[in-house]
C-alpha cells in the first residue's frame, strides 16, 4: 500500500524559514526608522543639525526599505498563479 504525500514537509520548511528571516527583517528596519525619526526631533531641538540630518537619511532609508519590501510583497502574492 502506497501512502499519498498529502504535505510536502521540505517545502513546507522552507517557506516558513524564508518567511521567518524576512519578516524579522522588515519588523528591525521599520523599527530602526521609528527610532530614526525620533532621533531626529531630539537632535533638532537640541541643535545638533548635522546629527539631525543623518538620522533623517537613516529615517528615509529606512521607510523606503520597509515601503519596498511591502510593494515586493504584494508583486510576488499577485504573481503567484
Known sequence: MTVAVIVETGKLLKV????LVAGSG???LF???VTG???VLETWRAGRRAAA???AAVTLVCAAGSGGAVVLALVVMASKR
Open 16 to 19: 516558513v524559514a524564508i518567511s
Open 26 to 28: 522588515v519588523a528591525i
Open 31 to 33: 523599527g530602526l526608522g
Open 37 to 39: 525619526a525620533a532621533s
Open 53 to 55: 540630518a543623518g538620522w
